[in-house]
């Protein structure tokens, strides 16, 4: 079982930048998979992100290329999202998942999921 722990997510004006952190405690050796998905209330969750385990291959979501990044820390098993001009609609319970083998994009792709850290993006 790997857990995955986020932290980040605050009330930020529109336009504004925020970083989150997903942790994977105790698996610095294990070639995972992570990835960011967000839910907003009464949609879908969606794709964000995701890196492979040295960070090299990254996908993204259309709707967020060119604002947000993702880089992984291999020694801390730790995935960041660097989020910048963010608008209203990014507004999500944004989270972390993991999973072994190749990155997608498919949230059902993934075993392992974190508790979720709110983004409120106001106008």
């Known amino acids: 079982q790997v857990q995955l722990v986020e932290s980040g997510g605050e009330n930020v004006q529109a336009g504004g930048s925020l970083s989150l952190s997903c942790v994977a405690p105790?698996?610095?050796?294990?070639?995972?998979?992570m990835a960011w998905f967000r839910q907003a209330p009464g949609k879908e969750r969606e794709f964000v992100a995701a890196l492979n385990w040295n960070g090299l291959v990254r996908k993204y979501a259309d709707s967020v290329k060119g604002r947000f990044t993702a880089s992984k820390d291999n020694d801390m098993n730790t995935m960041y999202l660097q989020m910048n001009r963010l608008k209203p609609e990014d507004t999500s319970v944004y989270y972390c998942a993991a999973r072994r083998d190749v990155v997608i994009s498919n949230d059902r792709g993934y075993d392992y999921w974190g508790q979720g850290t709110q983004v409120t993006v106001s106008s």
């Open positions: 105790g698996r610095a050796s294990d070639p995972l998979v």
